[in-house]
């Protein structure tokens, strides 16, 4: 279970926008700053109030500590959070858990923008991820990459599709986000079933 763990978090690293944008293309418009907050995880729910994110995933998880996303990422916890995990940088890693059963994930990150924040929208942001990802697939395993719009609580968001190949062995992968004030939500939710995939996604729920 550690090494797909860590296949996981290898992919939600490659999906980081800032990484790979050279500034946005698309008009600059004024966006609200807002103060992010840490989400809760309680009796089976994920919540973020702050950016209006949630996933019921229920029982039979194991939900991984900050500092066990850390080990897996390979670097210090303190790189990631400072003294009590609060916000310290661009970049929280929230959620992640992994269902005991099946080994599918999902992860719950928020990235700001910055600058940058002002010059794209949800759909912009998936599309300079994908290009990144078809550039770079022939390192990444990356076989189809798609973006299409889903529906989940209240609103209609971009998710982008991708499908990846190790080894003979398919892993289905699904991307959805959604932008608030210069931060973008992002919901990274992997499996090695699609029918699987699609039953999370359906618990995912945006306000």
């Given amino acids: 279970m550690k090494k797909l763990i860590a296949l996981f978090l290898a992919l939600i690293m490659l999906l980081s926008f800032a990484a790979c944008s050279e500034g946005g293309e698309k008009a600059e418009t004024e966006v609200v700053k807002i103060t992010p907050e840490r989400g809760t995880v309680s009796e089976g729910v994920y919540e973020n109030e ?3 994110v949630s996933f019921e995933f229920g029982e039979g998880w194991y939900i991984l500590s ?7 990422m390979g670097v210090a916890a303190e ?3 400072g003294e ?9 890693y929230d959620f992640y858990g992994v269902k005991n059963e099946t080994n599918a994930t999902v992860s719950i990150n928020y990235e ?9 929208d949800a759909n912009y942001y998936l599309e300079t991820v994908m290009t990144n990802l078809i550039a770079n697939g022939a390192d990444s395993g990356i076989v189809d990459a798609i973006i299409s719009n889903v529906t989940l609580g ?3 968001v971009p998710c982008l599709h991708i499908v990846f190949e190790f080894g003979g062995s398919k892993i289905y992968q699904k991307l959805i986000v959604s932008q608030t004030g210069t931060w973008m939500s992002t ?3 992997a499996s090695l079933s699609e029918d699987e995939l699609s039953e999370l996604v359906g618990k995912v729920s945006f306000k």
């Fill in 84 to 92: 009590g995990a609060e916000i310290t940088g661009d970049y929280i």
């Fill in 112 to 120: 700001d923008l910055g600058t940058i924040g002002t010059m794209t």
């Fill in 154 to 156: 209240e609103k209609e």
């Fill in 66 to 72: 900050d500092e066990e996303i850390a080990t897996a």
């Fill in 50 to 52: 702050t950016f209006g």
């Fill in 187 to 189: 919901v990274t939710v």
């Fill in 79 to 81: 790189e990631i959070y």
